[in-house]
Every structure is written in C-alpha cells, then in structure tokens.
C-alpha cells in the first residue's frame, strides 16, 4: 500500500508563473489536507478536502490559491502569479475518514522555489 | 486561538543519554495531540498519539505524557541514538475539531552524536 504520494518533489518558479501541486492521498483514504511549511517557520493548516467538497479553507491565503479534489484523480493545490514569499514547502496528509479522526499520514512535500 | 510552544529549539546530546522534549498549549480543550518526526527533506512520520482522555502513550524507546489541564506535553526518548536525530514536532487537533486540522510547534531540532 504506496503511501500519501505528492509531485513534483521540487518545482522552480519565477514570479507571475503558476504553480500545480499534486497529492494522492492513500489508497481507501478520502480525505486530503494541505499544509505549508515556510523557513523558519512551522507548518501551518491551509485547507481540508473531501472528494469534490472543500470542508475548511480557513488557513488560505485569499488570493491567487485554490485547491480542489476531484471524484477522480488527485487533489491539486494551485497557486496564481506566484511570488518569492510563496517559496515553502507544501505537505499533504491524508486520512480515512474525517470526524474523529487519529493519525495523520504526510507525503513527502513539494519543495517550491520561486525564482 | 490555539499556540503550540516547544522548548528547547535545539538539543545535542551524546549518544546513550535518556532526553526530554518539552510541548506546551494554550487551550486545553483538546481532541488529541500527536508526536511527530521530521527528516531534512522528507515528510513527517507519527510517532505517539495521545487522546485528549489519556496520560501517556509508549513505542519502543518513546514515551509521551500527556497533561491537559496545564497543557503539557513531554516526549521522553530513552538511550538516544545517532539514528534519532531530527526535528521533532508536537501538534493538536482542538478548536472544537475532531479532523486532522493540527496546530504545530516549532519544533526542537535533536542531534544525538556519537
């Protein structure tokens, strides 16, 4: 059973561009969640997903950041116009079910430089 | 708003030595608090979960304690090894959630040499 997979491990970006982030989350797990690690930071919650259902998106930037999981397919974080302050490292977790929920499981992250 | 505060930021220690990380919250109302391990360039691994009803959780050579009402926490690692050094991260889920949303630490950066 592969774990919580996300690519691309590392993206390069130079301002204005867009930036798609993938995560698929583990097999029998329906719900997603993304999370942002900016240097010398901690990881801070953006937002929670269940398939085709945004549950909380309280920890998104209002601008320029969107995420989705379709029925099919993985859940993509998508950021517009990026700029050098959205250089992070962006971690998915998934987990089988969403109330009462217990662990966690991480994917690796997708490191994202923005030139 | 939940803040999740770990102390020291950073430790080194020999090998062998018995070591405690230190996690501390601001809201007691808690669903659970979770341990993790963090390795430079890779994902994070859970390694104890404590419900917001229970003490303490062991695994292996770890063993976290949980106190609610004061809103501590202590991951307690026993005869350290070269092979644990990482950063270390205590999060909660609270804030009348029961989903995954974690509040995290800053996380206490462990070298154990040698």
């Given at each position: 059973n592969a774990g919580v997979m996300q690519n691309p491990r590392h993206l390069v970006r130079r301002r204005g561009q867009e930036a798609r982030l993938r995560c698929s989350p583990m097999k029998g797990h329906s719900h997603v969640y993304w999370y942002r690690q900016l240097p010398e930071e901690g990881l801070k919650f953006m937002v929670y997903l269940q398939k085709e259902n945004?549950?909380?998106?309280?920890?998104?930037?209002?601008?320029r950041f969107s995420a989705e999981f379709p029925k099919e397919g993985p859940s993509i974080l998508r950021i517009q116009q990026?700029?050098?302050?959205?250089s992070a490292a962006y971690f998915c977790a998934s987990s089988p079910?969403?109330?009462?929920?217990e662990k966690l499981f991480f994917g690796s992250g997708t490191q994202l430089s923005v030139l | 708003k939940q803040e999740v505060t770990q102390i020291p930021a950073a430790l080194s220690v020999p090998e062998g030595e018995n070591l405690v990380l230190n996690c501390s919250f601001?809201?007691?109302?808690?669903?659970n608090l979770q341990w993790f391990r963090q390795d430079p360039g890779k994902g994070l691994t859970s390694l104890l979960l404590i419900q917001s009803s229970q003490r303490e959780q062991t695994s292996g050579r770890l063993n976290a304690s949980l106190d609610k009402s004061s809103g501590r926490s202590t991951l307690y690692i026993a005869a350290?090894?070269?092979?644990?050094?990482a950063t270390y991260l205590c999060a909660v889920i609270g804030g009348g959630t029961s989903y995954g949303k974690l509040t995290f630490g800053q996380g206490t950066i462990l070298t154990v040499h040698p």
């Open positions: 945004i549950i909380d998106e309280s920890g998104m930037p209002k601008e990026v700029v050098r302050g959205d079910r969403g109330q009462g929920v | 601001t809201d007691s109302a808690i669903y350290s090894q070269p092979g644990d050094s």
